[in-house]
């Protein structure tokens, strides 16, 4: 009886022997089946293993770098300016947060209901936000240096597609005062003139960035990557500039520009003991906050780059000289005539007249051109050459402002005989603002000159103050003959002097007037050019504190440095001299010798 | 050690017995005869009992009680501190955000107190209070002995100008 089979549990379904595929196969041909199978294997295995490979080690890199790239937004960090403060740490200039507000218009969902809400926060009519909201492209900048608070409720209103990136506001809180030593800043926020652009690396600072990880739509992930490298602000420059002084000064030179015959004035205050700079400024100025209404002409700062020829203020350098070189005493006496002659031209006083017995003070305080003459010959031009060189004239003071000039002055073997007439005089010979005052700084600080300085000290975020170097320091004359120019210089603003205007109540007072003709820059020549007139003094004239120099450009006039000038020295110098607390000695003016019978 | 051996054997031959019996449907096979099969008594005596399954259930319980309890606490632990983290980094950014009013709040006083105090604004402050610009200051000099000499000239202050829009 055969047995019958029942399929169970561990029963194969198909016949023994009778498996799929291979049934029946010769063991020769499933053997090439198994290899041909196995080789397939090992090379998709090869396969896979190699673009591993490749994806891994020799792109991986690259894969590495766009996932961080596609998943990390860099944004940067502005550094803020550093700020720019007078002697007393009041800001000049300085830098506050505010933002830029841009967005993304594929993000943008109702780009005419999001410019409804931005418009009355960031000033700009719907319509333009609007039109740039629906703009191509993934970045539109919709309003620049947005204050905080406004930004905040930008921020409150949640609006997609809209952020604010960095984007500091400068501040020049004195508007044009002092405008023309601290300069401005561009667009991009880097110095384009004065302090700003002198100081640039300092003040700049370094930026910092923030690398955070965002979602698909560009929002950042709560606990993704957020790290930041924090932007170090700039140094803050201290000048030693006195504000209210530099106040004074600019209101002064603005009364003297609204006169109708002065095109410009400027003045320099100096501290007589360091060189150091109180007041400087021009008129017309600028305000740097906004300097791009005002004509690219007028951004410099002529006090340290327009040269002019200074007259008579000169005569300062002359007869410290001839006194120095011991050609010539206080009460020397010259005959001194009307005019002289020098090469093919004649040089005459302010009005001709007959020979004077003048005492070398009566030649300063009448302002003697001839007498000048007559003294610069005794000392020869190679030495008064050196002279002038060396109360700075011909050469950059080296302070620290952009645009300095060197002034003018020939080498004296090139001096023709008129030249030599005329530059002992204040003709011929050219000088800044600032040279001027130098001169002046010499003889009031017995002698020595030191460079004008006008920054004080530089200190870092971290508080780390580096006070600027010591300015040069230099004997040009003696003591002794510092002070027989200062006696000399008294007697300009004295009765019979040229500069009554000069004179300030309680105060002795030193000084010079200059009537020089000014170039004409049309025709290079002086026909029509007007005068430049100008005084320079320091005060108290027996205990010198401060110089202050002063020069106005008056092309239709031929009013002289006693009558315009003075009057503007004398009220800058009383308010330097009040302010500063610089209390009178209340000795009495000496009496002067001007003329010999 | 001989009896022992023996009973092995035995046994050994007494499952294969019982073997064959049951695969007596495929003798067909297989040439060789197998020896008939019978039944044995057990080796109860070498052998050990083995365990009720409650019994085992109740010596593992600890350790899947102390599994357990570890997860429920990690969990629990782990969700304390996710709350914990999640309020202080809240709390975070609200101060930050505190933080960053006030710094805007200092920022804008700073600005008012700046150019509140310009020189330009301070005149212009002087002026409409009806003050004047003084003169040149005189000095009261005080001498070792308490003696005092004046030095410049006192002058009264000039008329302060009408402002405009006053009585």
Known sequence: ?597 | MTTRATARVSTRTASTRTASTRTAPRAGVRTAPRPELRLVQGVAATRSRPRPVSLLRHRRAPFVLLVVALLVGTTLGLLVLNTAIAVDSLKATQLRTANAQRVEELQRLEQKVVSGSTPAEVARAAVAAGMVPSGVAAHLVIAPDGSSVLRGTPEPAPAAAPVEGGN
């Not at chain 1, 990136?165 to 030593?181: I, K, M, N, S």
């Not at chain 1, 561009?186 to 690398?211: C, M, S, V, W, Y």
């Not at chain 1, 080296?398 to 007439?421: C, F, H, V, Y």
């Not at chain 1, 010499?442 to 780390?464: C, E, F, L, M, Q």
Request: net charge negative.
């Open chain 1, 1 to 597: 009886m055969p047995t019958t089979v029942r399929p169970g549990a561990f029963t194969p379904r198909r016949a023994p022997g009778s498996r799929r595929g291979g049934a029946g196969l010769p063991t020769d041909q499933r053997g090439l089946r198994n290899r041909w199978g196995l080789v397939i294997m090992i090379a998709l295995l090869v396969a896979v293993v190699g673009r591993l490979a490749v994806v891994q080690g020799v792109d991986g890199a690259a894969y590495a770098n766009a996932a961080e790239q596609d998943r990390l937004r860099t944004y940067p960090i502005a550094a803020l300016r550093g700020a720019v403060v007078d002697a007393h740490g009041n800001p000049l200039a300085y830098t506050v947060a505010a933002s830029r507000v841009v967005a993304d218009p594929t993000v943008v969902s109702h780009p005419a209901r999001t410019a409804q809400e931005l418009s009355p926060l960031l000033g700009v009519p719907a319509a333009d936000l609007t039109t740039k909201l629906t703009q191509k492209g993934r970045y539109v900048v919709l309003a620049s240096k947005v204050a905080p608070e406004k930004t905040d409720a930008i921020d409150a209103l949640e609006l997609p597609g809209i952020s604010f990136e960095d984007d500091p506001v400068r501040l020049y809180p004195a508007g044009a005062v002092g405008g023309q030593v601290v300069g401005f800043v561009g667009r991009d926020g880097a110095g384009l003139a004065g302090i700003e652009r002198k100081f640039q690396t300092q003040l700049a600072g370094t930026n910092g960035h923030r690398r955070v990880e965002v979602g698909s739509g560009g929002n950042p992930i709560p606990s993704g990557i957020d790290e930041s490298t924090p932007a170090t602000d700039g140094d803050t420059v201290k000048l030693t500039i006195d504000q209210d002084l530099q106040y004074v000064t600019d209101q002064r030179l603005g009364a003297a520009c609204a006169d109708g015959a002065t095109t410009r004035a400027s003045a320099v205050v100096l501290d007589v003991h360091t060189g150091h700079v109180a007041a400087m400024g021009s008129c017309p100025g600028y305000d740097p906050g906004n300097y791009s209404k005002t004509d690219p002409n007028l951004l410099g700062n002529p006090v340290v780059s327009d040269v002019f020829e200074p007259g008579s203020v000169m005569k300062g350098v002359t007869l410290s000289a001839a006194l120095e070189e011991g050609k010539a005493e206080p009460d020397t006496v010259l005959s001194v005539p009307g005019h002289i002659q020098a090469g093919d031209k004649v040089v005459t006083d302010a009005h001709d007249h007959a020979a004077i017995n003048w005492t070398v003070t009566g030649i300063l305080a009448h302002s003697s051109n001839v007498g000048a003459i007559m003294l610069a010959r005794e000392v020869g031009d190679t030495t008064l050459e050196r002279y002038l060189r060396a109360f700075g004239v011909g050469s950059r003071t080296g302070i620290e402002l952009p645009g300095e000039s060197n002034g003018i002055l020939q080498k004296s073997g090139d001096w023709t005989a008129s030249r030599a007439a005329n530059v002992p005089i204040g003709q011929g010979v050219s000088v800044t603002t600032l040279q001027m005052a130098s001169i002046y700084q010499t003889i009031a600080n017995g002698g020595v000159r030191i460079a004008p300085r006008i920054v004080d000290s530089v200190t870092s975020p971290s508080g780390r103050v580096v006070d600027a170097p010591q300015p040069e320091s230099t004997r040009v004359i003696s003591q002794a003959t510092a002070k027989k120019m200062a006696y000399m210089l008294e007697a300009v603003v004295g009765p019979g002097g040229t500069a009554p205007l000069g004179q300030i109540q309680g105060f002795r007072v030193a000084g010079k007037t200059g009537t020089a003709q000014r170039a004409n820059p049309a025709c290079n020549c002086y026909e029509g050019g007007g005068y430049v007139t100008t005084f320079v003094g320091f005060a108290p004239a027996d205990d010198p504190k401060y110089v202050v120099a002063v020069d106005l450009e008056r092309p239709s006039s031929d009013a002289e440095g006693g009558q315009v000038a003075a009057p503007v020295f004398a009220d800058v110098m009383r308010y330097a001299l009040t302010a500063g607390g610089v209390v009178p000695s209340g000795t009495p003016r000496p009496d002067f010798v001007l003329e010999k019978p």
